[in-house]
């Protein structure tokens, strides 16, 4: 809202919101990785990695347009991988909250769940921490979340915000301002604005076995390609099974 009142002030400047979810105008734009696709590899990951065929994933700010695609693409990705699988979402109310975060894993692993994914800021912590002491697998946000619990983390969602402002930065600087989400997914020319990673050079965790492994990879090329095109909807991303 702060950009949209700014934008009509100073046309001949773009405006961007990181992690938007559209635009207003011809420069007030946003610019997100493709939280689809990400979700939908980690679903496939999920579905490949669980030995008691119940996964669980743990967020917050529900409605979001990003949540809704992340959390949606996961289920999709479980269920296109393994139908029998059941996948179990519980919504927070907090995205900071390490403890409340915690205490959503824990009980989704009591469920049954041996691989929880999730969307949280300081709240992934939480949901890492549940799953070390279960010791079942989780997944991290950052390469600090993999070097807390190497043992824990199946792979992270690693950010690249600095490829997609310079991808933006390339357009305005041609003329093309844009007033809309610009979506960086695997089938972007650029690239992808996020990717799964367990370290700088390798994807999955040593104990993530390489059949599943190589299945994630064929699904990222399958909508590097766009013989993959998620849809994905509200229901997609429902709290419960």
């Not at 695997?186 to 104990?207: E, H, I, V």
Request: hydrophobic share 45%; net charge neutral.
């Amino acid at each position: 809202s702060a950009a949209q009142r700014v934008g009509p002030e100073f046309p001949n400047v773009q405006f961007i919101v990181d992690s938007g979810s559209g635009g207003a105008g011809k420069n007030v734009g946003s610019l997100d990785y493709d939280n689809a696709h990400v979700g939908y590899l980690m679903g496939v990951l999920a579905a490949r990695l669980t030995k008691t065929g119940k996964v669980g994933s743990v967020h917050g700010l529900e409605g979001l347009p990003n949540v809704v695609a992340q959390v949606g693409g996961f289920r999709q990705g479980v269920k296109a991988t393994r139908p029998d699988v059941e996948v179990r979402v519980l919504y927070i109310k907090d995205m900071e909250d390490p403890a409340m975060a915690k205490e959503a894993a824990l009980a989704l692993i009591s469920g049954g769940a041996d691989f929880v994914f999730g969307k949280l800021n300081a709240g992934q912590n939480g949901i890492i921490q549940a799953a070390a002491e279960k010791k079942v697998f989780a997944t991290g946000r950052s390469f600090g979340h993999v070097e807390a619990a190497p043992q824990t983390v199946a792979a992270a969602i690693i950010e690249r915000w600095d490829e997609m402002h310079a991808a933006a930065a390339k357009d305005v600087r041609e003329g093309k301002f844009f007033g809309e989400l610009k979506n960086f997914g695997y089938d972007a020319p650029s690239g992808p604005g996020a990717d799964l990673m367990y370290s700088k050079d390798r994807a999955f965790n040593p104990a993530v076995p390489a059949a599943a492994a190589a299945d994630v990879e064929a699904a990222k090329k399958r909508l590097a390609s766009k013989q993959l095109v998620l849809k994905v909807s509200k229901e997609d991303a429902r709290g419960g099974i």
